[in-house]
């Protein structure tokens, strides 16, 4: 008989020093290897096997030392968030506030850069380090509402002993990750926090919907600042030949002369003026711009083709790729959905149909379309490095994976079903 799971909405229905009791159990058991009464929910049981693996202590809390004042502000000032602060504080401040609650923010990282709501509960929050400056990361605090989002890239609600950590289990948190839409790179979390007897599931909805406004706002900011490149920028494209575009800082296209229109130029993590190498266009000279950057191809054949792909996952939060040869060397940090596919693809060097990548990623063999869909966004940047029927990286091409230390560690925000069989061993 299949032991069945926890269920949230059922826990928040119970009385909170029952539910908490409940929990304690269930993770009591599952730290001593027994048969807990209630399997945790995957997202905690994940967490819960990272944290074990990671060493982290299961009774005692762990506080890294917090930021200075001067390093506090200028995290703030270079955050894309400050932008959406007043989206964050109008939807959640007030109600926060009323129940018994306080929003958090934090950087990509995990630390602490804002704070707001209740008075008593902010300085509940100070007993557990929950301050300004502080790193709420799971490799320093355990399964939480902020580290936890941070790994799996999707909002999380964690309740009482959900948390890895026994000194958190008077405390509820629900965070979901605030994602830069021009880049895909995360920026922090937005956290609802408190003590237990204030959880209720539907806060889970509320900082999920008022996240996703903050990231429509930022993506208007974005639209607006392309513009104004592009009214710099198309009368200069216009007086050229040759292949050249102007890009913004994050690569996005405002203006194109001499080939087809891209959406977006896949920038390596360092850019700037000068001559530079690109998979996608070959030799490039960049120019700066107010805004962004001039790129044109350096016409002719490139001294010698790509040789070598290294694509790292050995990072929980951060993957990327490196592509080097006669050419130069460009590397370019992808995306959680990127980061999959890269990683399944250079696993499986003899390729992978559309219907078998899209059972590997989904469980499903129909999903071929979203899966050619995202292969073609991948061979914008990666150019012809991947081959297809089957999708496979060029046979001539020497692809070299480095991987966590451990497996649980691997892709962590991934649900793909051959992902999580990578993370048991069983690829």
């Known amino acids: ?34 048969q807990p009464p209630l399997v945790p929910r995957p997202v905690i049981g994940e967490s819960w096997d990272r944290m074990l693996h990671s060493g982290v202590d299961p009774d005692h809390d762990f506080r890294t030392g917090l930021l200075s004042v001067e390093e506090i502000e200028q995290r703030r000032r270079s955050s894309p968030v400050t932008q959406v602060l007043p989206v964050l504080r109008e939807g959640l401040v007030s109600v926060a506030d009323a129940a018994q609650h306080i929003m958090v923010v934090t950087d990509g990282e995990g630390r602490v850069l804002w704070r707001e709501g209740s008075t008593s509960v902010l300085r509940k929050a100070d007993g557990f380090g929950f301050e300004i400056g502080a790193e709420w990361t799971e490799d320093v605090v355990g399964t939480n509402g902020i580290g936890t989002p941070l790994i799996t890239r999707r909002p999380v609600q964690v309740f009482s002993a959900e948390h890895f950590v026994r000194t958190h289990h008077s405390w509820t948190c629900t965070g979901a990750p605030l994602t830069d839409p021009r880049d895909g790179r995360l920026l922090g979390v937005i956290d609802i926090s408190g003590p237990l007897d204030t959880m209720h599931p539907s806060t889970l909805a509320l900082v999920t919907s008022v996240t996703r406004l903050a990231e429509a706002e930022l993506r208007h900011l974005h639209l607006s600042s392309l513009d104004r490149l592009r009214s710099v920028a198309a009368p200069m494209l216009a007086r050229m030949t040759g292949r050249a575009l102007a ?4 690569g996005w296209t405002a203006a194109v002369t001499g080939m087809p229109p891209v959406r977006r130029l896949a920038l390596p993590r360092t850019f700037g003026a000068g001559s530079t190498w690109l998979p996608s266009l070959g030799t490039c000279t960049v120019e700066p711009l107010p805004g962004g950057w001039l790129v044109r191809a350096v016409e002719g054949p490139d001294p010698e083709s790509v040789t070598r792909v290294v694509l790292d996952v050995s990072n929980a939060r951060r993957w990327s790729v490196t592509v080097s040869g006669g050419a130069g060397t460009w590397s370019h940090e992808l995306s959680p959905r990127h980061a999959e596919l890269l990683y399944l693809l250079a696993t499986r ?13 989904f469980g499903d063999r129909a999903r071929t379309v979203t899966v050619r869909a995202e292969v073609s966004r991948v061979r914008r940047y990666l150019g012809p490095l991947l081959a297809h029927r089957p999708y496979r990286f060029r046979e001539d091409v020497d692809v070299q994976v480095i991987t966590p230390d451990h497996p649980a560690h691997l892709l962590p925000h991934s649900v793909a079903p051959a992902v999580r069989r990578a993370r048991v061993g069983a690829l």
């Open 247 to 250: 890009v913004d800082v994050h």
């Open 349 to 361: 060097r003899s390729g992978r149909s559309a219907a078998g990548l899209a059972e590997d990623m």
């Open 1 to 34: 008989m299949t032991t069945p799971t926890i269920d949230l909405v059922r826990i928040a229905a119970m009385d909170a020093a029952q539910a908490a009791r409940l929990l304690k159990g269930v993770r009591a058991a599952t730290l001593s290897g027994q």
